[in-house]
C-alpha cells in the first residue's frame, strides 16, 4: 500500500506544476528583479557582501518564500472544490496530504533555486561547492516556518483571497526582513522586531558565505520559535476547518 | 469478491445528531445486509446526508454507533473498503479525467483498473479531457467513476443524479445496477420516489431524520405513492365518501372534498357513480412530502419545525 503513494504525490506535483500562475511570483519576478537590479549594481559592496550574491539570495527567499507559502495556501482551493471532504473518505492520511503539499512547495522553491543560482552564475556570482550546498541548505531550513504558514493559510482563506494573501504575506515578510535590498531599521527597537523576522534571517543566507555576518544561533532560535508557534495555530485552523463539515 | 466484508453489513443503532436547535437525525436503527441495495428516501431535511455523512465518519454523532462491515467508519475507509460520492463537490483542478481516476486509485489497497472503471462509468469518452472542461453530467460520471475506482465492498452515494438530465439519469443508472450486479452493497439517498424504487431492493423513508417506513421497493411505493381525487361536491357527507372503493380518507375544503386514494382508479369510478353530481374532478399523485406528513403524523411528537424548513445542508 506504502509503494502506491507516490503516485499520490506524483499527481499533486504535476497538478502544482501546471498552475503556472503560482510562477509569476515564484519564478517571473525574482529573476527578473534580480537580473535587471543586480545586473544594474554588478560590483557594489551591501553591507560587506557583493551585492550581486545578497541580491541573488534575497530574490531567492522572495521566490522560494512564494513558492512554499502557495504549496501549502492551494489546500483553500481543494477546500473549495470539496475535495478535502472526498479524501478524508479515502484511505490517504491527512499528514500524507500536507506532506504533498509541502513537498510541492519545496520542489518549486528548488527550481527557483536553481534558476536564480543561473542568473548569478551569469552576473558573476562565484561560489565553491561547499558554499553553494550551504547557502542553499540555510534557504531549505529558513522555509520551514513558511512552509506551516502556507498550510494553515489554506485552511483560512478563501481560494479567491488565495493568491492575493501569498502576494500579500510574502511581500510584507520580505519588506520587512529586508529582502529587497534595504533595511527599514538597522539599528533600535525596530531593528529587533526585524530580527524576530524568519525571512531577515533567510536573506542573510548570502551573507553567511560572503563574509558579511551571516548567520549566528540567534537566526536558529528564530527560526525554531516561528516553526513551533505556527504548527498548533496550523493544527487549530486544520480542525477548526474540519469540524464544520 | 468481497474479501474484507465480514457479515454484519452496515449497522446503524439509535443514530441521533444535532445541528445547534435542529435535530437533524434522531435515533436511527438501520441494518443493511451485504450486497443489499438501498435507498435512503427523503425530501430535503430529512436527514439523508447527515446519516451518510456519519456513515462515512466524515461527522461524528452526538449519540449511537455506526459499524460498516464490523469496523467504526474510520477504520472502514482507512482501509479502503468503501467508496463515496458525496453530495457536493467537483474534481481536482489541472489533471485529465483518467489522471484523476489514477491519482485516486493509487490510494486505495485493490483498485479496479482505470480503464474498466472509466468505461463502466461512462467516463471514456472523456478521460483525457481536463476535469475543468466538463459539462455538469460529465462531472457526475467522473465523481462516480472516482467512487467506483476504489473498489469498495461499500459503495455509497449522496443524491447521485441531482445534476443530471433525464437521459443522464438513465444512464447513471445503468451503471450503478452493472456495479450492484457485482455483489457491492451500496446505499444512495435520493428524494425522488421513481428512482428509488426502479434502482433498490429496499428503500428506507426518512423524515425529520428518524425512519418512519422500511421495507421493500414495491412495498415503500405502495405507502407513498398514492394519488388524491379532488373535485366539487357542495354539502356532500364525508362518511360515505370514505367508504368508497380505494379511498383511504376524505377531507373537505370548502365545496370540494379531497380524497387520499390507495387505488385512485378504484375510487374514481365509485365517485361518478354514486356520486353523479361531482365535477372539476382532479387526480394528481401526491408529492413525496405530503405523504411524509400524512406517515409521520400521529408519530409526531413536539415538533414545531416542518420538514421542508428543516433543510440541513
Redesign the interface.
Known sequence: MTRRRPAYTRYEVLRSFRNWRFGVLTLAFPLVLYLTVAGANGHVRFDGTPFRLYFMTAMATLGTIAAVVSGGAVIAADRAAGWTRQMRITPLKVGAYFRAKVFCGYLRALLTMVLLGLAGTALGVRLSAREWLTVVGLLLVGLVPFAVLGVMLGHLISSDAMAPSVGGIVTLFCLLGGVYGFQIAKSGPMFEVIKGLPSFWLAQAGKAVGGGGGWPAEAWIVLAAWTAALIPLAVLAYRRDTSRV | MNANASPGGVVLSRLTKSYAAVRAVRSIDLAIAPGETVALLGPNGAGKTTTIDMV????RPDSGTVSVFGRSPAQA????I???M?Q????????SVR??I???A????RPLGVDEVLRLSGAAEFADRRTTRLSGGQVQRARFA?ALV?NPDLLILDEPTAALDVEGRREFWASMRAVAAQGKTVIFATHYLEEADAYADRIVLLARGQVVADGPSTEIKAKVGGRTIRATLPAADLAPLAALPGVISADRHGDAVILTCADSDAALRGLLSRFPAAHDIEVRGSGLEEAFLALTADADDNDNVHPAQQEVR
Open positions: 462515512l465518519g466524515l461527522t475507509v482507512a482501509a479502503g468503501v467508496g463515496g458525496l457536493t463537490g467537483s474534481l481536482l483542478d489541472y489533471l489522471e484523476l489514477t491519482m485516486i493509487s490510494l486505495y489497497p472516482a476504489a
